[in-house]
């Protein structure tokens, strides 16, 4: 067992995440490692799609990855005995999708939060100090790099804080210090190993390229088929994609199945409640399919709140709370149009 594996504050979630197949094993095993590429999420701590599983999710669903791309991530939001929590993600044995054509050197270490605007703290700086000294007793790597030093990434912003300074430094020094402030967007880009027009898109960058910018530029790329080594234009994709008018929205009384408005939580009682209820079993996701009327009754029990946690777990697994509110209700109205509710 490496000694990085040792650290109290690690947990092992190699698998349990959600994930379609898994990466290729690097050609030499660890011994592959020459390059540890730190990273930030570039999501606000603040936001309730800081963690893990959503990272997982959408690397998986919307970029068509087979696993998360981050081999280890650090949490500021979980702190175990004063230290921010590291989540063993993917075997460091295999090689994950974080740095295109250096996928099978680098190995993807990320600090969820966007430090463009958020702040380093103690728990978390004392996690990056403990991890790193572990990789460097363990023989990981020989080499510390931003996500911005490597070939091809000398755009993407990120990673914003002095990685260099964290690993001796401490919040008394004012931490972060800048790092490599980005490059300009290229007006070219080459793809890269494990590359989508989705993971490429500069959603939260300064030049806000978006993917329709990129399917609009480069009518001539299928984005289910980009290859290695393929160019594509990019920086001058920026808005290249004009959004079509929306067609008004349609009253909710006009709908087969009206969603309430507000919040609903475990509790309450009512029209709205059933107007839930129907919702749900109409996407099957009943509140209780053995019960008279499939527990329509108007009644936000336990398994009112059961169903809606197991509709939120598959559709908006950022916010698996069991309470109904806007987020919850937007996905469920598209789920339902999708169904030709």
């Excluded at 949490?75 to 099978?104: E, L, R």
């Excluded at 605007?117 to 978390?124: A, E, K, V």
């Excluded at 790329?221 to 920086?235: H, N, R, Y």
């Excluded at 087969?256 to 009512?270: E, I, T, V, W």
Aim: charged fraction near 25%; proline fraction near 5%.
């Amino acid at each position: 067992m490496y000694a990085f594996q040792k650290l109290p504050q690690l947990v092992d979630k190699r698998g349990k995440l959600v994930h379609k197949g898994e990466y290729a094993k690097r050609k030499n095993g660890v011994n592959s490692i020459t390059t540890r590429v730190w990273h930030h999420s570039l999501t606000k701590l603040s936001a309730g799609g800081s963690k893990i599983e959503s990272f997982a999710d959408f690397h998986v669903r919307t970029n068509g990855w087979p696993e998360i791309a981050y081999h280890l991530i650090i949490d500021p939001k979980h702190v175990v005995n004063g230290k921010a929590t590291i989540y063993y993600c993917v075997d460091i044995s295999k090689k994950s999708y974080h740095v295109g054509n250096s996928n099978t050197i680098g190995l993807g270490i990320c600090v969820i939060g966007d430090y463009r605007t958020d702040q380093l703290d103690t728990p978390t700086l004392k996690s990056i100090q403990d991890l790193h000294a572990a990789l460097i007793k363990d023989g990981i790597g020989k080499y510390d790099k931003a996500h911005n030093e490597m070939p091809g990434y000398s755009w993407k912003d990120c990673c914003v804080y002095s990685y260099q300074k964290a690993f001796k430094d401490t919040l008394a020094d004012n931490l972060p210090v800048k790092g490599t402030e980005p490059a300009e967007v290229p007006g070219l880009y080459t793809v890269q190993e494990g590359d989508t027009f989705w993971s490429i898109a500069l959603k939260d960058g300064k030049e806000g390229i978006t993917v329709n910018d990129l399917i609009a530029a480069n009518s001539d790329v299928k984005p289910s088929e980009l290859k290695v080594g393929q160019t594509m234009k990019f920086g001058t994709a920026k808005n290249n994609y004009t959004p079509t008018p929306e067609t008004p929205k349609k009253p909710q009384s006009a709908y087969q199945y009206p969603l309430p408005s507000g919040a609903l939580k475990k509790g309450a009682r009512g029209d709205s409640v059933s107007q839930l209820q129907k919702a749900l079993a109409a996407v099957n996701f009943y509140p209780n399919k053995n019960a008279k009327n499939q527990g329509v009754d108007g009644v936000f029990g336990a398994d009112t709140e059961n169903a809606l946690r197991r509709f939120q777990m598959v559709y908006v697994p950022y916010q698996v709370d069991g309470v109904y509110g806007p987020n919850t209700k937007g996905k469920l109205q598209a789920v339902l149009k999708s169904k030709g509710y």
